[in-house]
């Protein structure tokens, strides 16, 4: 008699146990691969005692599990190598560029004279948006179906793990951005808090709205009310209202290199809104309004080189400790809350997934207090599939954009804030810039560690997305400050990347994620294909490239859509 079974994940290894009549036969441990048939043969070995050897040989051969990420990276990196060229071309030979458009037909003075005006702009803050947001969507579409670009089971960090903190992070740099613009235009507080409240509701909104893209329809008794954009409103909100209430204007006239800092007139947010900086507006005090604000007046004396020397971070925190305040209650309301609260049938702290992990000892405990806390205030308004319930067979709900990790998000978006800082009060000095993102890097790489003592999945706090631990926080905050280090460096300081092909995604970022989540289902975002991981690789290069397209012809035709 022949048995036939098919193989539905071939990431990892199988253990397959063969039984006769109820007597083990003989157990191994296999890795196939995608496309393979194998043929087991099952050898008697020894006779006294009776024993068996299984044995699998392929009758047809499987395809290669990491060609398609060789070629998928080969390409990407001749791509980012061939604009790193241009670049370098464009800037050691500006008429180059004049020359071909001329001969194309598409040369237009007056591009080049709005382009000039933004030669202040920093571009690394739109490549870094546009690089979180693109990988954001290369996830969202599957990334081939391979295991280390999907998010972890539970505890632990991959590719996928890392964009969802990256672009909220980003959000932090914007915000110093929009306020810091804001000022200098006079607005007043009410003005500006009033602005932060319509739009966090507008993308609380929107999130609920996709939550409801559902095939065959939504069931309005099990809509989902947490989401991404529900996240990131709320964090935008209370980092915006802590940067209102107590940040006056820091160096929106003068950096600490002593030179006249632009904010440009084409700076965006994260939503892609304009942060207009009118230069006709003159060197004044602000209104009376922001001359109440917090213990201070509202103008920061202008800072100079002499003010580095003293420490341009204890300048800094002198207008900053309340928000740092605020982050401390928040952290020590997380710690509480995740390892004092008594939950129903689970040890105190715990932090697993339920089901069977742990041995099957706390199957109806998932997630702790965070996905306790969660099914007691939305009960079937949340996720219902989270990422362990594959391996761990859960049968309770988990929403990885819970309540309760919401509050460590503040976290993740307050880190921007902090590299905001950085980049407005040090814009003037390219190597202080440097080098204290990288130090804040160091500080914080270092902290995630050691609450995790230096594992990926285990530790006193481990690392972990679903629950947004601490930990999590620091080191997907960590790798942030890197990559904004590593662009600003490639980018603004010795301009060998124009930022190509994610700079024009990272002005459109809303519109983007949004037209994404929509469009997920059609052509040619979305086509009928085997289940190799080439094939699906491929898909998801495909759509992703697409939505590139899209994010440039819009930044080429002026076209920037706000909230």
Known sequence: DSVHFGIDDTNFPWTLTISYEGEELCSSSEKFGDGGVYTLNILQTNTEPVTFDCKYFPTTEPSDFWAPVWQWFVVLVVLLVLAMCIAVVNKRYPGLREGILQKLGMWNPEDE???????????????????????????????????????????????????????????????????????????????????????????????????????????????RIPGVLQRIGFTYFVCSILEVLFIPRLSAAENFGGERMKVDENEYNECGKFLNDDPDIPEKKISNDWGRGYGQNSEINPVTSETVGRGWLKYLLRHTWPQLIVMILLTAIWCVVTFVLPIPGCPEGYLGPGGIGDGGEHVNC?????????????????????????????????????????????????????????????KGNRPLVLSWLI?????????????????????????????????????????????????????????????????????????????????????????????????????????????????????????????
């Open 113 to 223: 004279k709005i382009d000039g005006k933004k030669s202040t702009r920093l571009q690394s803050l739109d490549t870094f948006r546009g690089l979180a947001i693109a990988v954001m969507i290369f996830v969202n579409f599957g990334a081939g179906k391979y295991y280390f670009l999907e998010h972890a089971a539970w505890n632990g960090l991959s590719l996928a793990d890392f964009v969802f903190p990256w672009f909220m992070f980003m959000v932090g740099v914007s915000i110093v951005l929009s306020v810091q613009s804001q000022i200098k235009r006079n607005s007043t507080k009410t003005k500006m808090l009033k602005k932060v409240t319509v739009r966090f509701i507008k993308l609380f909104l929107i999130g609920v709205f996709l939550n409801t893209s559902i095939p065959g329809g939504v069931d309005l008794t099990k809509l």
């Open 366 to 426: 998932t997630g702790g207090a965070a996905g306790y806390i969660d099914r007691l205030i939305w009960g079937k308004h949340m996720y219902q599939h989270p990422t362990c319930k594959p391996m761990y067979y859960t049968t309770l709900a988990h929403d990885p954009e819970g309540l309760l990790g919401s509050l460590t998000a503040v976290l993740t978006v307050y880190s921007g804030v902090m590299a905001g800082h950085i980049v407005v009060m040090l």
């Open 439 to 563: 130090g804040f890097m160091i500080f914080s790489l270092a902290a995630g560690l050691t609450m995790s003592k230096g594992s990926l999945t285990g530790g006193w706090v481990p690392i972990n997305k679903n629950l947004w631990t601490v930990s999590f926080v620091a080191v997907t905050s960590a790798s942030a400050y890197f990559l904004l280090a590593l662009i600003y460096v490639l980018v603004d300081w010795k301009g060998v990347w124009c930022g190509a092909p994610f700079r024009s995604a990272g002005k459109n970022p809303l519109f983007l994620y949004v037209g994404s989540y929509i469009l997920y289902d059609y052509f040619p975002f979305n086509w009928q294909t085997d289940d190799s991981h080439g094939m699906l690789l491929l898909q998801s290069t495909v759509g992703t490239a697409v939505w590139l397209l899209v994010g440039y012809y819009l930044d080429t035709k002026k076209k920037y859509y706000k909230i």
